[in-house]
Structures are given as C-alpha cells and as structure tokens.
C-alpha cells in the first residue's frame, strides 16, 4: 500500500487537514489540493468513489460535511484504501463522539496525531482501534500534566514529597 497523501476538506472547498506522505514542494501542495478538491466536488453523489488522476488513483468518501480523500498508486487497491479512510472515521468518532468539521478545525492536533499513530508513511501503522485511542489517551495525560501549574522547586526537581 503506498499512499502518497491524505486531504480532508468541505463541502464548500475548505482545506481542513493534508498529511503527505512523499516530499513535495508547496507549490505542487497547492496546485494539487486546488485541482483535486475541485475534481471531486464536481463530481455526483452516485458516482463512483474512484478516479484515475495523472499516474495515481484517488479514492475518496463523503461522511457528513467532510470528503476524505486519498491518493494511492494505481496498482493499490481502491477497496482497501476506502476501508483504511473509514476506520479514521471510526476512530475520530470514537475520540470525538460523532465528529463533526468543527472537531477537525479546532482540535486539528489530536486529528492529526491519530493520523500519525494510525498510519506510518502512507501504511497502515496499527489497526487496532482500541490501541491507537489508547496512545491518543496517554497524550492527553501527558498533556493535562504537564500544563498543571507547577512550582519553580519541582520544575527543577527539588520538589517537597
């Protein structure tokens, strides 16, 4: 499976989150976002979830007001690409209780840190849902501690036990 990149956007063209897995420049970023977002747009809602772009494949799904979208090399599987897409909506409903487009734009942080626990380099990292939430549970401790106020003593390790 080589996935070469993750885009998520809205229904009006709003770009809310990229993952490239392959190095790009921000010129191309760009130009490829713009002429994709537009390609799938146009396109209606019976159509087929699959299309042949340049030399990849772009397989993306709709949930709610967000397209999920990604481009993988032609000979990877389209079928496999749409399950790899809603097992990250499985798991960012299961985090955010039925996400919406708002949980992506003000928590793009944690979106994007399950992306990262849940793929590696544009292939499957963990299929677990339960141990990727799991390590997103652990962030979020380490986060709520370390942004407990602490005292200068034991910021230094010369706290009082």
């Known amino acids: ?52 772009w340049k030399d990849l494949k772009i397989v993306y799904k709709r949930y709610a007001s967000l397209y999920f979208c990604c481009a993988v090399e032609n000979s990877d599987n389209e079928l496999l690409t749409l399950e790899i897409i809603h097992r990250y909506v ?18 793009f942080e944690k979106a994007y840190f399950m992306l990262d626990e849940y793929l590696l380099g544009g292939e499957v990292q ?6 990727v939430l799991k390590a997103i549970a652990a962030q979020d401790q ?11 003593l034991e910021e230094m390790g010369l706290g009082l036990t």
């Open 126 to 131: 963990e299929s677990s849902k339960k141990n």
């Open 90 to 107: 499985e798991l960012l409903d299961k985090y955010f209780g039925s996400v919406c487009e708002l949980d992506i734009i003000f928590n």
């Open 1 to 52: 499976m080589g996935m070469q990149f993750m885009l998520l956007f809205s229904r009006q063209g709003k770009l809310r989150l990229q993952k490239w897995y392959n190095a790009v420049t921000d010129r191309v970023k760009k130009k490829t976002t713009r002429e994709l977002i537009s390609l799938v747009l146009a396109r209606k809602p019976k159509m087929c979830s699959f299309i042949e």
């Open 142 to 152: 380490l986060q709520e501690e370390s942004e407990e106020p602490r005292s200068l």
